[in-house]
């Protein structure tokens, strides 16, 4: 079965000192709407009963064929393996 690891950001805390250099990967989560796929870091919980399928950053996720083809046209391929 399909396995769909959900993308990740690199982002830095920033401030001063050390802190500067530290650096960590944050999850990003998938809104899928139909055909169309929308990257979010933050969702509202309010509003995941409204996408067709959701993937939450920092997940791995069991996908059946219809959900690998939509992924797969929108881009997301090589998070799939």
Known sequence: ???????????????TGLWRYYSLDVGITLLVSGSTVTEV?????GDLENYDYVYLGGHSYS??????TTLTNAGYGAYIT
């Open 1 to 15: 079965m399909p396995t769909l690891t959900t993308p990740t950001r690199r982002e830095g805390i920033g401030g």
């Open 63 to 68: 996908l059946t064929s219809a959900e690998v």
């Open 41 to 45: 870091q933050f969702p509202w919980q």
